[in-house]
Nanobody, 124 residues
Framework: VQLQASGGGLVQAGGSLGLSCAASERTFSRYVMGWFRQAPGKEREFVAAINWRGGSTDYADSVKGRFTISRDNAKNTVYLQMNSLKPEDTAVYYC??????????????????WGQGTQVTVSS
């Protein structure tokens, strides 16, 4: 599976951004999809994930109530809507796909395919 992330950019604190991740395969609906981020000097961390049908989602505590993950299996695309952005949300955001059976996966090692990353910068 090839993943192409887009939608990053520069935004002021309190603003919003929407990320998209398009997958190359029509079997996209079989994959658990996740978003991770990595800030300079820090490890890659889990942000959000959604199961294959979209009926189950989960978020890192740091983004709960501000970020929303969703998917459109007909368009082979997963989205991350980010509201009330904070400077600490600044990072490169990666989408990932897991072919492992399950509902939600939280660690990077459980994901098989990764997008190239898109930069999100939140200014104070």
């Amino acid at each position: 599976v090839q993943l192409q992330a887009s939608g990053g950019g520069l935004v002021q604190a309190g603003g919003s951004l929407g990320l998209s991740c398009a997958a190359s395969e029509r079997t996209f609906s079989r994959y658990v999809m996740g978003w991770f981020r990595q800030a300079p000097g820090k490890e890659r961390e889990f942000v959000a994930a959604i199961n294959w049908r979209g009926g189950s989602t989960d978020y890192a505590d740091s983004v709960k109530g501000r970020f929303t993950i969703s998917r459109d299996n007909a368009k082979n695309t997963v989205y991350l809507q980010m509201n009330s952005l904070k400077p600490e949300d600044t990072a490169v955001y990666y989408c990932a796909a897991s072919g492992s059976y399950g509902s939600i996966w939280y660690t990077a090692s459980e994901y098989d395919f990764w997008g190239q990353g898109t930069q999100v910068t939140v200014s104070s």
